[in-house]
Nanobody
Framework: QVQLAESGGGLVQAGGSLGLSCSAS????????MGWFRQAPGKEREFVAA????????YYADSVKGRFTISRDGTKNVVRLRMNSLKPEDTALYYC????????????????????WGPGTQVTVSA
């Protein structure tokens, strides 16, 4: 089992920046990749970004590419999401996820491929 705990959500004005963190504990040796999904009220859950533990490959949704950066805190079991130039449409509950599977660039954006999910942290961007 892997436990995930997000932190860093909050309220920010459009154009501002916010950083999220996710700490993994438990059987972290099984983790292949970690990432973020988000879900806005009344909308489908959507992929945001992911990072493979092996090789450090990063993947982003087109909607956040160039604005968000996913990174790992050294060799710690912590993944961060730096969000710049935030827009009201970025408002959502952000979930940290992890997977033990070696996902390709297509599978990495599919929610069912992730084994563990954090409880979520709210990000609200005001216009």
């Amino acid at each position: 089992q892997v436990q995930l705990a997000e932190s860093g959500g909050g309220l920010v004005q459009a154009g501002g920046s916010l950083g999220l963190s996710c700490s993994a504990s438990g059987r972290t040796s099984s983790i292949y990749a970690m990432g973020w999904f988000r879900q806005a009220p009344g909308k489908e859950r959507e992929f945001v970004a992911a990072l493979s533990w092996t090789g450090g490959s990063t993947y982003y949704a087109d909607s956040v590419k160039g604005r968000f950066t996913i990174s790992r805190d050294g060799t710690k079991n912590v993944v961060r999401l730096r969000m710049n130039s935030l827009k009201p449409e970025d408002t959502a509950l952000y979930y940290c996820v992890s997977t033990r599977w070696a996902l390709n660039s297509i599978a990495v954006s599919t929610a069912r491929h992730y084994d563990y999910w954090g409880p979520g942290t709210q990000v609200t961007v005001s216009a």
